[in-house]
T-cell receptor
Framework: SQTIHQWPATLVQPVGSPLSLECTVEGTSNPNLYWYRQAAGRGLQLLFY??????ISSEVPQNLSASRPQDRQFILSSKKLLLSDSGFYLC???????????FGPGTRLTVL | QKEVEQNSGPLSVPEGAIASLNCTYSDRGSQSFFWYRQYSGKSPELIMFIYSNGDKEDGRFTAQLNKASQYVSLLIRDSQPSDSATYLC????????FGQGTELSVKP
């Protein structure tokens, strides 16, 4: 069966510090991968998606970036965090062209 | 802009009642629709998906789709306190478009 992992589970970072969140999927190959952010009391905002190694599409221009160095690894990064970057970061995957997305456990980021 | 709209609630129902959650979408080209449940502080988990007009049943859950009216609903029969969560509706539109979610509270 497929499993999706995210770490860390929680993170408290000062404004201006860098960020690196990691997502890995097990039990499948060549998944489509997604990064979402959910601000407190808000809906899901798609940040990035990837259909393959090195292929990243950005949905929202901001101070975040994403990379996919391996088939089942997706990384979300920032060089300098802003207060507005606080939120619940969710990684999701789909099998190829199917639409059904499965979410990881999420990382709760607080920027102080 | 493609949108999915849900009543934010909170929707409060007594234990054992039927909870009805509704969703409308703007993109007539959407073919696939999904319901996710999100407990407070947790990530969304898939409950059901539906592609065809009509009803689809899975245990206590029934998804209903009316493409002509661009309307999707989720019925939860015999609601339990453990069903208390936020329910997210999503429509496929090149990518998944999520609604803001409806908070459901089931009172014992």
């Amino acid at each position: 069966s497929q499993t999706i992992h995210q770490w860390p589970a929680t993170l408290v970072q000062p404004v201006g510090s860098p960020l690196s969140l990691e997502c890995t999927v097990e039990g499948t190959s060549n998944p489509n991968l997604y990064w979402y952010r959910q601000a407190a009391g808000r809906g899901l905002q798609l940040l990035f998606y990837s259909v393959g190694i090195g292929q990243i599409s950005s949905e929202v221009p901001q101070n975040l970036s994403a990379s996919r160095p391996q088939d089942r690894q997706f990384i979300l990064s920032s060089k300098k965090l802003l207060l507005s970057d606080s939120g619940f970061y969710l990684c999701a995957w789909t099998r190829g062209n199917t639409d059904t997305q499965y979410f990881g456990p999420g990382t709760r980021l607080t920027v102080l | 802009q493609k949108e999915v709209e849900q009543n934010s609630g909170p929707l409060s129902v007594p234990e054992g009642a039927i909870a009805s959650l509704n969703c409308t979408y703007s993109d007539r080209g959407s073919q696939s629709f999904f319901w996710y449940r999100q407990y407070s502080g947790k990530s969304p988990e898939l409950i059901m998906f539906i592609y065809s007009n009509g009803d689809k049943e899975d245990g206590r859950f029934t998804a209903q789709l009316n493409k002509a009216s661009q309307y999707v609903s989720l019925l939860i029969r015999d609601s339990q306190p453990s069903d208390s969560a936020t329910y997210l509706c999503a429509a496929e539109g090149g990518k998944l478009i999520f609604g803001q979610g409806t908070e459901l509270s089931v009172k014992p």
